[in-house]
Nanobody
């Protein structure tokens, strides 16, 4: 059974940094992309950043220059380095991956809370 397991969330002061990790486990034949989404209270889930199997990255405008997505392809692991965090970044962050396993489909992690507050 394929699972995405996230870690690295927590409480940080404005201007601080956090690094989120997401590891995909199970029988995985290939990865098309991995991504991070976030959902703040009362808001819809939104894309933060994504990275393809070839290393191409995409960021939503409000995190460009502050967040960096990277991956260890052989381990199907993706990271999100978050710098200069602001209270508006407070949300539950979800890992997402489009994988070829016994099926070809989207997978989601359970989410990790990021709180930016003084």
């Amino acid at each position: 059974q394929v699972q995405l397991v996230e870690s690295g969330g927590g409480l940080v002061q404005p201007g601080g940094s956090l690094r989120l990790s997401c590891a995909a486990s199970g029988t995985i034949f290939s990865m098309t992309y991995m991504a991070w989404y976030r959902q703040a209270p009362g808001k819809q889930r939104e894309l933060v950043a994504s990275i393809t199997s070839t290393g191409s990255t995409n960021y939503t405008d409000y995190v460009k220059g502050r967040f960096t997505i990277s991956r260890v392809g052989a381990k199907n692991t993706v990271y999100l380095q978050m710098n200069s965090l602001q209270p508006e970044d407070t949300a539950v962050y979800y890992c997402n991956a489009f994988l070829a396993t016994t099926a070809v489909r989207d997978y989601w992690g359970q989410g990790t809370q990021v709180t930016v507050s003084s």
